[in-house]
């Protein structure tokens, strides 16, 4: 049989509790067993006693070498067990606590109800209380916000005192005063908030700096990021469609001045009419004013233009000083920029407000369209008065033009327009603008505003993506009125210093021959006509886009003044009732004579282009006199074969005449050298690239075929001063050949 030694498991077989459970059930059975001998006892005994001592020994060393963590252990342990006592001491005590106050509330209940609708009663009284110190404080508060124009705080303070006094108050007749006031100071402050839009639209939003010289007209971005404005040109519905317009929260802070930023000060303005339920009251009402305020923030920017200027307004409309006119433009368009800005964000706001819950009927909502569409309108009755347009046109219907424009029918300038009916606003009442003018009115202030309102119409051209009303009143008014206004004067002008029979015998003073910088005379009419293309020169750089009609029109004048400078040629050569020439006259027009007098050395010295003295190393005296000699024999080769003498007639007797064709040969050259560099200075102008358009003198391409014209009037004068100068050169031969034949023949 097996001994039970043998029977129990290897201890190291076996962990933790059932180890040590079962190693000691197995000891157990070996001690008191019956059947194990005494030395098998013994001999496990001692075993067991030894590893108890190696045990006992190795415990004491533990504890000896972790005494304190022992230590602390034991002391957490009874702590730990004392806290575990003493609260389930505690809780037993509540516990019976509780069923006491269970017991005591059930006997209780009828009386805890009436005390519980006793404090609720005396909670709501308290609560009505506070609402009417509340009620009390609001005009206080409402002078304090909208002193310090914190116009939100004040919407949402007035509009929750009559929710409380049309709600929970709403019985109390001692508050039925206040409660008239409120409701009364809140009917009344959508005016207040709609006046300060108003002034924050046309007042608040433009520049202080806008009238200094030299300043961006166009604001910067820099301006527009103090302002807090955004990018304005993108339209209202294109900003709707993102989620930041949608979510934006408007914010008003106690601490700070509200209209340090624009954008959030109109923002804060929208909101709360939008809180007053005034919000399409407010848009209507700044539709229908938008003509009145512009139209004082014209009279505003022209009462700053006349006291920069250190004159008094009511004596600037006396006086031609289209500089005025110039910056009063620039200066309103300035502010037309901020405000259309200002209103660019006052809608952006409207439509976010709109998109939450708030519609508004077409009829009452307006778009930036119709701002700029306002704009242009009001532009276009100032520009009238300043360029004088119904004077300017009735003028026009009445005068005659003074010359023919074969290329061009000026009759269009003076067709009789319809008489436009007196514009209406949105309340029936007619536009009666009263404007102060900076400068006398008329048609030729255009030449000063034109490049700076052109830049301005492409301006808002590209904004609205369409033609602009403007554009079509400026073209209306040049192509109708101002080319015809241009056509008379030049006409008149020209018409008077050629009119009469001495029209080419009057020449310039010594104070104006000194100012041209000519050494010799000019004919009066010469000067005059110069002046007149001059003039017709300076408009066609004032007003690019019609330089071709100016051009058109210096064609014209030319073509009049080159013929009653022939006409007047052909009244000194002729003689008779049959129209015959002179003999000079005709010798002039031979042209084997011309041509043999146009290669002599002495006619090419006498070219203004060439400006050469005649070379003697060249000709020689001997060369000269044998060209002298050849002249002589070709003039007299031309003579009448006859014996007869030269008839009286057919000389040039009067002197005065002589030097009425010296004054025409001498004018026609000079004149005929101002117009060859106008023209070749167009004609360079053509042959460049495109200029900028910042550049003063930029012209668009002229046409060529008018162009040629030009060249071949200059042309036609270069060949009227040379036959002058040769009639002169040959009309001193026929003298001598008229006094000298007969001496000959005798």
């Given amino acids: ?425 949105a309340m029936g009442l007619s536009d009666n603008w009263h404007i102060v003018k900076v400068c006398k009115p008329g048609a030729f202030n255009i030449t000063a505003i034109y490049k700076p309102l052109r830049l301005f119409i492409q301006e808002v051209e590209e904004i609205m993506e369409n033609t602009s009303g403007l554009q079509e009143f400026i073209t209306d008014f040049v192509k109708n009125a101002f080319l015809g206004e241009v056509h008379a004067r030049i006409s008149e002008n020209i018409d008077v210093a050629t009119r009469g029979f001495d029209a080419l015998r009057n020449v310039i003073d010594e104070k104006t021959r000194r100012e041209l910088g000519v050494p010799r005379p000019l004919l009066l009419s010469a000067v005059t006509v110069d002046s007149s293309i001059q003039e017709l020169q300076e408009l066609m750089h004032d007003l690019p886009d019609y330089a071709d009609q100016f051009l058109n029109m210096i064609c014209n004048v030319l073509r009049d003044y080159r013929d009653k400078c022939n006409s007047a040629y052909r009244d000194i050569v002729q003689h008779g009732s049959d129209e015959k020439r002179v003999i000079s006259a005709l010798w002039a027009k031979d042209d084997d004579i011309s041509r043999f007098l146009r290669s002599l050395p002495t006619w090419r010295s006498l070219q203004p282009r060439q400006g050469k003295e005649l070379d003697r190393t060249i000709c020689s005296e001997e060369e000269i006199r044998a060209l002298n000699s050849k002249e002589a024999v070709i003039l007299i080769s031309t003579l009448s074969t006859d014996e007869s003498l030269i008839p009286q007639q057919e000389i040039i007797t009067d002197v005065t005449q002589m030097r009425t064709v010296a004054n025409v040969h001498e004018s026609l050259e000079w004149f005929a050298n101002r117009l060859e560099e106008f023209a070749e200075s167009l004609t360079s102008q053509n042959s460049l690239n495109p200029v900028q358009d910042d550049l003063p003198t930029e012209l668009p391409p002229i046409s060529e075929k008018t162009l040629q014209s030009l060249k071949l009037l200059v042309q036609d004068f270069k060949d009227l001063a040379e036959i002058c100068l040769l009639l002169l050169h040959l009309e001193v031969r026929v003298h001598c050949f008229y006094y000298l034949l007969p001496v000959a023949k005798q």
């Fill in 1 to 425: 049989m097996a001994s039970p030694t043998d029977r129990r498991a290897p201890p190291q077989y076996q962990t933790g509790k059932d180890a040590s459970s079962s190693y000691l059930m197995s000891i157990v059975r070996t001690l008191s067993s019956s059947t194990a001998d005494f030395e098998q006892r013994e001999r496990e005994k001692t075993r067991i006693e030894k590893a108890f001592r190696e045990s006992d020994k190795r415990l004491g060393e533990l504890v000896t070498e972790n005494y304190q963590d022992v230590t602390k252990i034991l002391q957490a342990f009874n702590g730990m067990t004392k806290s575990i006592n003493e609260s389930r001491d505690k809780i037993h005590k509540i516990k019976e606590d509780l069923n006491s106050c269970k017991t005591l509330l059930h006997f209780k209940r009828d009386e805890l109800r009436k005390l519980w609708k006793d404090g609720v009663e005396h909670k709501a009284v308290l609560s009505m209380l506070e609402q009417v110190e509340q009620i009390k404080e609001v005009q206080d508060k409402m002078n304090q916000y909208i002193g310090n124009k914190h116009y939100l705080h004040a919407t949402d303070t007035i509009v929750q005192a009559v929710a409380m006094l049309e709600g929970p108050l709403n019985g109390v007749e001692a508050l039925r005063e206040v409660k008239f006031d409120l409701v009364n100071i809140r009917d009344r402050m959508h005016e207040t908030l709609i006046e300060e839009l108003t002034r924050q639209i046309y007042e608040r939003s433009l520049p202080t700096s806008s009238l200094q010289r030299g300043s961006q007209m166009r604001l910067s971005r820099k301006d527009a990021n103090v302002w807090g404005w955004s990018d304005w040109i993108d339209s209202p519905q294109k900003k709707t469609d993102g989620a930041e317009t949608a979510y934006y929260e408007v914010k008003e802070d106690l601490n700070s001045n509200p209209e340090e930023n624009l954008n959030n000060f109109i923002a804060i303005l929208t909101e709360s009419l939008f809180v007053l339920k005034k919000l399409p009251d407010a848009v209507e009402r700044l539709k229908i004013g938008m003509k009145g305020s512009l139209n004082k923030l014209i009279n505003t920017a022209t009462q700053q233009i006349a006291e920069s200027s250190g004159q008094q307004l009511d004596s600037m409309v006396n006086h031609v000083q289209p500089k005025y006119l110039t910056e009063l433009l620039k200066l309103i368009f300035q502010h037309f920029r901020c405000v259309a800005q200002t209103h660019q964000v006052f809608l952006d706001n409207v439509f976010r407000l709109t998109s939450s819950g708030m519609p508004l009927h077409g009829h009452v909502l307006y778009d930036m369209k119709d701002v700029w569409s306002e704009l242009q309108a009001r532009l276009q009755i100032l520009l009238s008065e300043y360029l004088d347009v119904s004077n300017t046109m009735s003028s026009r219907q009445q005068a005659p033009s003074g010359f023919d424009e074969p290329t061009m029918d000026i009759s269009q300038y003076f067709s009789k327009k319809r008489a436009a009916k007196p514009k209406k606003d």
